[in-house]
């Protein structure tokens, strides 16, 4: 369970991310975040494995006091986080391989792993896990080399190198055109099936209605909604995404049976 | 400015004060920007023109001027006039004087002068035929001494007999000379050693030409020759006798090709010269890597401190990329002696500073997503440098540095005219010595080296990159 606790955080040229945010995450949710651009969420996903540090407030991860960790057991705790990124954030001259194998760093041999010596298990590790987003056979392809919503599956399949209990997904299917988006979140959701909880940040509400279970929504740095996803109805809609928003709805969008 | 934030005046005064000072008109109403353009170019012009001292030039400075007159008037009635007027007034007294000053005289290039440089360049001299060569010599004292000498000087070797009689003489005496047992039917040159080993020739009317007379059928030959006018002039006792001596020499293709005398100092320079690019270029890499990092604006942007230390690091970097190589190694050649050195220092220092701004733009362009993405991992920040920072730079670092030493192998061949070793340091002798046929050789193997690297570098970047 994860618990986030009036979590504030002011960057030093003075922008306000967050504003006293708290809210919780029980094991097993795919708990969806939703906002405008500039609303906070990836400030928010980035504080909880504290690849940004907040500036006030707490996070509870299995009780643990994440915000409180050393630096050697940021390393421990952030090794269990597997993050997903809209980017995909693969270093783009390497090979695929290296790139999940990186996923792989926080259980690895310091001292064999700066030297880029896998454990077979590891490396068996690695192509299942490839395997398992459907593209073993580009293990050895160069990662610029592949499509956008390849990359992003490898990007999933890094993740996946970390044994993680939740994963967080920054706008992960952003970048990507409404059919690979469906096929990229349904990976997602099939982790989510198998146990493994969800904290994902996205623009279209279809996609909201479609995979999440729950739904948070930010605006200018404030939580402003806590619900089922079935509960954001017009009004609400207008209220995260003021009066101006129109939704878009494009047909592609509606979800595969 | 806008037309709209003009003010109209009175045309005749505005343009009166632009006669007064060219721009004044403008300036007066609001236009002050094409105000003061107009009054720069018109003095830099005219300043031109008064340098030169020419009067015919005098028309551009003027024709600006009243152009600005008349700009003047029509802007008081609030409509401007083309600039281009005055634009083509200004290109064509500084194109007109550069053409006068750097003495551009087509009729200079002297046709004879160029065949004279060109015949011999059309004949490389890289390679030769390989030949054998046949050679004997008889003594012959010059001048006679006082106890009396045998009359003729005969001297056998291998089955080859050269007679030289008499045995003595003084400066154009007529001398017998023979010699047999040579190669039949083949050109022998005749010419003169003096005591201390002087080639003197012996052909022509004042000996000015080799002396080459053919074998007979039995590889015999007679002829008379005098001794040469400048025998003695090396000699500091004029009645000493000494020894000098009459050499016969043949020579003959064997087949097959040969690498010439000046080929060899071909060769011997290029390797130089790119061992001289290698050494810099690596010697650049081990300060340019630690600078890069100073230069690097993502890096040392963050506090004033560092801030002022990049802007410290960058400007020098920019000054030192300003100084051409060829400029530090005359510094260098009077620092450390002419040789491949001073060559390589002065590359090193043009190098460090440009590799070192290439690296920090290397560094600058970095993705932190990546970096950030490892991180979230959970590694530890070796790890991340590892593999998050190491793969994305040493693929564009091993690009830059290989066009490096692309570059440094070109300038290093120029670096060695001024003593920095090198083929350079040949060519330059070689230019000076007028031997057009080995300054071609060397042409043409710089040529070579810097085509080949150049399709080298261009697909290992390739695929780097």
């Not at chain 1, 009004?235 to 979800?255: D, L, M, P, W």
């Not at chain 2, 022509?204 to 002396?211: A, E, F, P, S, V």
């Amino acid at each position: 369970m994860l618990r986030v606790q009036n979590l504030t955080k002011v960057y030093p040229n003075g922008t306000q991310a967050l504003k006293n945010v708290s809210f919780e995450v029980k094991d097993g949710e795919f708990l969806v975040v939703i906002g405008l651009s500039g609303s906070g969420k990836s400030t928010l996903l980035r504080c909880i494995n504290r690849l940004i540090d907040p500036t006030e407030g707490k996070i509870y991860w299995d009780d643990q006091d994440v915000t409180a960790a050393s630096p050697a057991e940021l390393l421990r705790i952030r090794r269990n986080i597997g993050m997903v990124f809209q980017q995909f954030n693969l270093v783009k001259r390497s090979s695929v391989m290296t790139n999940v194998l990186s996923g792989r760093l926080g259980y690895a041999n310091p001292w064999l792993s700066l030297l880029g010596i896998w454990s077979p298990a590891d490396r068996e590790r690695a192509l299942k896990a490839l395997g398992r987003v459907g593209i073993a056979d580009k293990a050895n392809s160069r990662a610029d080399a592949l499509s956008g919503g390849q990359q992003q599956r490898v990007g999933i399949a890094r993740a996946l190198m970390q044994e993680p209990r939740i994963v967080l997904a920054d706008e992960p299917v952003a970048s990507l055109d409404p059919v690979l988006s469906h096929s990229i979140l349904q990976y997602l959701e099939q982790l989510n099936k198998e146990g493994i909880t969800v904290l994902c940040s996205l623009h279209f509400l279809d996609l909201v209605h479609r995979y999440a279970t729950r739904v948070i929504a930010l605006k200018d740095g404030l939580l402003v909604f806590e619900g089922l996803p079935d509960e954001i109805n017009r009004a609400k809609f207008k209220e995260i995404y003021g009066e101006e928003a129109q939704e878009v709805r494009a047909a592609s969008f509606e979800a595969p049976v | 400015m806008t037309a709209a934030s003009q003010t109209r005046r009175n045309p005749i005064l505005t343009a009166l004060l632009s006669t007064l000072v060219p721009g004044l008109g403008q300036g007066i109403v609001k236009r002050w920007y094409r105000g003061v353009a107009i009054l720069l170019a018109t003095l830099v012009v005219a300043g031109m023109v008064i340098w030169y001292g020419k009067p015919v030039w005098y028309f551009a400075p003027v024709g600006m001027w009243l152009w600005n007159i008349w700009d003047a008037f029509s802007l008081a009635g609030g409509r401007a006039r083309t600039i281009l007027i005055p634009v083509a007034f200004g290109l064509a007294a500084a194109y007109g004087i550069g053409w006068q000053v750097v003495g551009v005289n087509f009729a200079a290039a002297d046709m004879n002068r160029a065949l004279a440089v060109a015949r011999p360049m059309a004949h490389p001299d890289m390679f030769e035929v390989k030949t054998e060569t046949n050679e004997t010599w008889t003594p012959i004292k010059i001048p006679c001494p006082a106890t009396s000498s045998s009359p003729s000087s005969v001297r056998e070797d291998n089955g080859r007999v050269a007679t030289v009689s008499p045995s003595c003489g003084a400066p154009m005496d007529t001398l017998k000379i023979s010699v047999s047992g040579m190669w039949p039917n083949t050109n022998t040159q005749i010419w003169w050693r003096t005591a201390i080993s002087d080639p003197l020739l012996l052909g022509g009317t004042n000996g000015d030409k080799m002396l080459v007379l053919k074998t007979d059928s039995s590889g015999s030959l007679t002829t008379s020759i005098h001794v040469p006018i400048s025998v003695l002039i090396a000699q500091p006792d004029k009645t000493l006798s000494l020894e000098h001596q009459v050499r016969f020499t043949q020579s003959r293709p064997t087949g097959g090709i040969a690498i010439s005398y000046n080929g060899g100092f071909v060769l011997k320079g290029m390797l130089e010269t790119i061992a001289m690019a290698l050494m810099a270029t690596v010697l650049a890499i081990f300060v340019a890597v630690p600078i890069s990092f100073l230069a690097a604006r993502n890096l040392m942007g963050g506090n004033p401190i560092t801030f002022g230390i990049y802007v410290v690091v960058r400007t020098l970097l920019n000054i030192l990329r300003s100084v051409e190589a060829l400029l530090f190694a005359i510094v260098f050649v009077v620092i450390t002696g002419l040789g491949p050195f001073a060559g390589v220092l002065a590359l090193m220092v043009h190098s460090i500073a440009a590799l070192a701004k290439l690296y920090s733009e290397v560094i600058e362009g970095i993705d932190p997503g990546p970096i950030e993405a490892i991180k979230a991992t959970g590694a530890n920040w070796v790890q991340v440098a590892r593999y998050g920072v190491i793969p994305q730079i040493i693929p564009p670092f091993t690009s830059f540095t290989i066009y490096r030493w692309d570059i440094n192998v070109r300038t290093a061949t120029v670096i060695g005219m001024v003593g920095g070793g090198g083929i350079g340091f040949y060519l330059i002798q070689w230019i000076q010595l007028n031997d057009f046929r080995a300054v071609s050789a060397a042409f043409i193997a710089i040529a070579i080296v810097v085509i080949i690297l150049d399709f080298l570098s261009a697909k290992v970047r390739e695929r780097l990159v």
